[in-house]
Nanobody, 128 residues
Framework: QVQLQESGPGLVKPSQTLSLTCTVS??????????WNWIRQSPGKGLEWMGAMSWTGNTHYSPSLKSRTSISRDTSNNQFTLQVNSVTPEDTAVYYC????????????????????WGQGTQVTVAS
């Protein structure tokens, strides 16, 4: 059974960098052919796919967030990390990490059924 667990600060000040880590157990992030995703949900809104990293370490980003977002990994600890620069209150959301069996495109990125494992989510608030 694969399990994912998000961790990171719950409060970030505007203009600072948000950094979250997803720790994976029960399966390796280097096992083909899975993708490791970051998704967020703001109050009153649907799921927003932010980006993904493949089992080989290749990254893919949402065009709307690409300039501020990066995903990296620590294979020795089976973790992958999200960084979002220059945050604003609009970045306030519940942030999830999730695994998908393929690289998702278009509207499939907003469908929960396209992901086979999820973390429980972590609330991040951007406020001074």
């Amino acid at each position: 059974q694969v399990q994912l667990q998000e961790s990171g600060p719950g409060l970030v000040k505007p203009s600072q960098t948000l950094s979250l880590t997803c720790t994976v157990s029960g399966g390796s992030i280097t096992t083909g052919y899975y993708y490791w995703n970051w998704i967020r949900q703001s109050p009153g809104k649907g799921l927003e796919w932010m980006g993904a990293m493949s089992w080989t370490g290749n990254t893919h980003y949402s065009p709307s967030l690409k300039s501020r977002t990066s995903i990296s990994r620590d294979t020795s600890n089976n973790q992958f990390t999200l960084q979002v620069n220059s945050v604003t209150p609009e970045d306030t959301a519940v942030y999830y990490c999730a695994r998908s069996p393929r690289l998702l495109y278009g509207s499939s990125r907003q469908e929960k059924r396209e992901y086979d494992y999820w973390g429980q989510g972590t609330q991040v608030t951007v406020a001074s």
